[in-house]
């Protein structure tokens, strides 16, 4: 069944979206979020475990004034100094990590008085001693029980939105893994908002088991034609060259349509997840000579082509993009 969050009850006015507004709550007077419901995103079999967190914001300023694209705070309390944890901070800023939204501005309840994540838990072991290690805050998150409050801050971030006139674009949506989150409230949106333009989301994940919100997507790729929703999973898919199928072979596959599209002033890229997901996408990109990317003094396509993912010049590459067209979220 389809959750009433993903489509607008017809009885239900459509709230507008809200201008960007930062900072709300800052460190120093973060907000007590009550936890409404969470559930698993990946599946039981999978090796990655996300989970999909509903906070109310009843009582704080941020009901209705925050934007997908956005991210919030959250303070881990009572998981740092604490040897389990073994990872020590001092200053209370450094202790809190940003989740993007994954919710529409509108919330689950078409108010803006609840906002969603979408979290992994980070779970390593440490080299030198060979103990298991847990994320600090993404495991808080995922333990939170229904009832529990978890302190936030925010909303930040204005580089990642939709435009003010969302439905007068095309978009192009690439993500890996968790990046998917604010996918999923932008395409609600636009939805929502009876958008006609074409919208492709090329989303890469290791396993089928961790496809988050896929019912969701295949939701709205049912009912929209314009609506181009691709999978890349790299441990169990093949690229033509018999490599790992990754975001950037999907993009290629599917090419001769977006070459086209990429083209258009009005259409627009973004980019988010895993950081390494660049060094695939870039490269394409020059490639196929998009317009959405310069190339930096002294460098050649083939050079690009050629980057090992730890050279300097990365950080020319990333300065060369169309900032107005091209937006990057990756960590
Ligand atoms: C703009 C932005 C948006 C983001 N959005 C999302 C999102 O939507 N969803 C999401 O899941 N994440 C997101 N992140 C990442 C998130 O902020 C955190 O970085 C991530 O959840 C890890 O935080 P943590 O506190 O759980 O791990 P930390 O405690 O910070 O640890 C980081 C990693 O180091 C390991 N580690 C810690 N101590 C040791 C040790 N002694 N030895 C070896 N390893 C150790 C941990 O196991 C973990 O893997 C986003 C980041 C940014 C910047």
């Known amino acids: 069944m389809i959750a009433s969050f993903i489509e607008k009850p017809a009885d239900l006015p459509l709230p507008p979206i809200p201008d960007t507004t930062v900072n709300l709550y800052r460190p120093k007077n973060p907000f007590p979020a009550k936890v409404l419901r969470k559930h698993r995103i990946t599946e039981s079999a999978s090796p990655n475990h996300c989970w999909h967190v509903v906070l109310s914001l009843e009582g704080s300023k941020m009901v209705g004034k925050y934007r997908i694209g956005q991210s919030v705070g959250v303070v881990p309390e009572g998981r740092f100094n604490d040897a389990e944890f073994n990872y020590v901070h001092t200053a209370l800023t450094d202790k809190i990590r940003l989740y993007s939204i994954a919710s529409a501005c509108w919330g689950d309840d078409w108010k803006g008085e609840t906002i969603s994540l979408c979290v992994k838990r980070e779970i390593t072991e ?16 995922c333990d939170a029980r229904p009832g529990d ?8 971030g204005k580089s990642f939105l939709l435009p003010d006139d969302p439905l007068n674009y095309n978009y192009v949506f690439a993500a890996t893994g968790t990046g998917i989150a604010p996918y999923l409230g932008m395409i609600i949106e636009l939805f929502n908002q009876g958008f006609e333009r074409e919208v492709w989301l090329v989303f890469g994940v290791p396993y089928s088991t961790d496809i988050m919100y896929d019912g969701e997507f ?14 890349a999973i790299s441990r169990e898919q093949y690229n033509p060259r018999g490599g790992k199928m990754y975001v950037q072979d999907r993009l290629e596959e599917h090419q001769n349509a977006l070459i086209p599209l990429l083209e258009k002033q009005d259409t627009l890229f973004y980019m988010c ?48 993009r169309d900032r107005r067209r091209f937006f990057k979220e990756t960590y």
């Open 273 to 320: 997840g895993l950081k390494g997901m660049e060094y695939g996408i870039y490269p394409w990109l020059y490639r196929i000579g998009s317009n959405l990317v310069n190339l930096p003094d002294g460098m050649t396509v083939e050079d690009i082509q050629q980057l090992p993912r730890d050279a300097s010049e990365w950080t020319k590459i990333e300065r060369s």
């Open 149 to 156: 409050e978890m302190l936030i801050t925010g909303p930040v």
């Open 218 to 231: 295949r939701y709205f790729a049912n009912r929209h034609p314009n609506f181009h929703y691709v999978t």
């Open 126 to 141: 440490d080299q030198s001693t060979g103990e298991l290690v847990l994320g600090a805050a993404s495991n808080f998150i």
